[in-house]
């Protein structure tokens, strides 16, 4: 793995070219002697596999820190996005645009170079390359306002990704017999049928991985011995230092990634897609047709046959005190209450004591909603604020949070710099932040009531979303 690692970070040296990224040469590893040593195809899919990995790492950090999740309670990451504050300038926005880029790239010099020249080049391994094709596109469709395709190339609305993602994800349900591959591709081609608002083929697309694969999980593994790392885990979890806190009120869910070793050489993997998503857009598909029992089923379901069964860790969390230095007033005591908001109930059961034994933490799917919650929900508004509440916490530290927002990020600096289709004036330049997300780091902010143990946050930003769900930037099937 170490050996692949190298050959594939000198080869994205030779090879890799736009998106600002000027080519670097490489004396040492050229792209005519590495497509001629044997199984170069099979070497070349192990360095996507790390390449993935390392991308997901960058996206997952920055994208939590940019939502409502997490709050840099240390300076070692971005001590901006928590605002959120996203500028084109921003050395941040490029790490994530670059490991978007690196990841197409991967994959297409695998697939129009590597694998023609390699006569032992086998179709899952076209698969495989075609799968991070497809995920490559479909963050660039997520997470931006828009991006190049090639190098230098003109800018593509999301939309455009969107449907290179579903091509790319074509190929990989055409070419593998590997199920889990198969039917996360036909999840992601669900996930954008939900983005796009195409409720009839989300429901075939959905319901058919649900049906095929009822308990699938596909993550993405890390290596602390030979890397990459899930960097996420060490601001979590390994490090001395507090750098990352949750929301109070999703304390119960961090950290979803620890090592038990203790020294940092056990990297839990970063979940890409589960079968919670496919419940979850059903759930709001069936919401959004005014189906509100088929709904509440369909959300009891979710818990009953797949959360239930996921697996919850035992772990010592005794180091974490939550006193990193930007604040040192986060809840440590499991008898703090939690409200969502001024005025709302206080709830119990949201805050863990880490210094009484060990923790158990849901280390892929936990969830705060009971049946009897989704029961109570008695209006649309309701049900759907549950739905967003749900999706909160059962992607929490896998980068899909800041995309429930609306907030997309600009194309970057040097990026705009070395492409002659962006000027200075380029729209693609400003990130996307709907008018209703509060700046001012209001999204992580909260008031402790010592007296009473109870922390209160400051707002409620599902019922936010659900207030706005008309808008163009959210919910797409409103």
């Known amino acids: 793995m170490k050996t692949t690692q190298f050959i594939i970070a000198g080869l994205l040296a030779f090879t890799l070219q736009g998106c600002g990224l000027d080519a670097i040469e490489n004396p040492n590893v050229t792209e005519d002697k590495f497509v001629e040593t044997p199984q170069a195809s099979a070497t070349w899919v192990n360095g996507a596999r790390a390449e993935m990995a390392s991308s997901l790492s960058v ?3 920055l994208t939590e820190l940019t939502s409502d999740n997490y709050f840099n309670n240390r300076t070692l990451s971005s001590k901006v996005f928590d605002i959120p504050q996203i500028v084109y300038t921003d050395l941040d926005v490029n790490r994530i645009q670059t490991a978007v880029h690196n990841l197409r790239r991967t994959a297409e010099f695998g697939l129009e170079t590597v694998i023609p020249q390699d006569n032992s080049a086998t179709d899952e391994q076209r698969a495989e390359l075609y799968f991070y094709l497809g995920v490559s596109h479909l963050f660039a469709g997520e997470y931006f306002v828009g991006l190049p395709e090639e190098a230098y190339g003109t800018v593509l609305e999301p939309s455009a990704h969107f449907d290179a993602a579903i091509e790319a994800f074509d190929e990989v349900t055409s070419l593998s017999g590997d199920t889990d591959l198969v039917q996360a ?15 009839t083929s989300l429901r075939t697309q959905a319901e058919a991985v649900i049906n095929a694969a009822p308990a699938l999980n596909y993550q993405v593994e890390y290596d602390g011995i030979n890397g990459p790392s899930n960097g996420f885990q060490n601001f979590l979890y390994n490090s001395s230092q507090d750098e990352f806190a949750p929301l ?7 950290p979803k ?6 020294a940092g050489q056990d990297q839990k993997p970063i979940s890409l897609f589960k079968i919670e998503e496919a419940y979850l857009m059903l759930a709001e598909a069936d919401l959004a047709d005014g189906d509100l029992p088929g709904t509440r089923t369909r959300l009891k379901d979710l818990l009953s046959d797949v959360i239930a069964n996921r697996p919850v860790a035992s772990f010592d969390d005794s ?19 939690v409200r969502f908001a001024p005025g709302a109930p206080a709830v119990s059961g949201l805050i863990l004591d880490r210094q009484d034994g060990l923790v158990q933490v849901p280390v892929v799917s936990g ?11 008695a209006t649309e508004d309701e049900l759907l604020e549950l739905i967003y509440l749900m999706r909160q916490e059962i992607f929490i530290s896998e980068g899909r949070r800041v995309v429930d927002l609306g907030i997309r990020y600009p194309v970057s ?11 200075s004036n380029s729209p693609y330049l400003q990130a996307q932040i ?45």
Do not use: C
């Not at 109070?248 to 869910?253: A, C, I, S, V």
């Not at 990634?257 to 203790?262: F, I, L």
């Open 59 to 61: 996206i997952v950090e």
């Open 185 to 199: 591709a036909n999840l992601a081609k669900a996930r954008i049928s939900f983005h796009e608002g195409d409720v």
């Open 248 to 254: 109070p009120r999703l304390d119960f869910l961090d």
């Open 257 to 262: 990634y620890y090592s038990e070793d203790g």
């Open 319 to 337: 180091r974490e005190t939550r006193s990193g230095g930007n604040r040192d007033d986060y809840p440590l005591s499991d008898t703090v209450q």
């Open 367 to 377: 969830t705060s909603v009971t049946a009897q919650d989704i029961d109570n929900a």
């Open 413 to 423: 600096e040097q990026e705009m710099t070395g492409n002659n289709n962006i000027d």
């Open 434 to 478: 709907p008018g209703f997300i509060p700046l001012g780091m209001q999204m992580d902010d909260f008031s402790v009531n010592e007296a009473q143990g109870i922390v209160t946050i400051d707002v409620n930003i599902n019922r936010v979303l659900v207030q706005n769900k008309t808008n163009d930037a959210i919910l797409p099937l409103w």
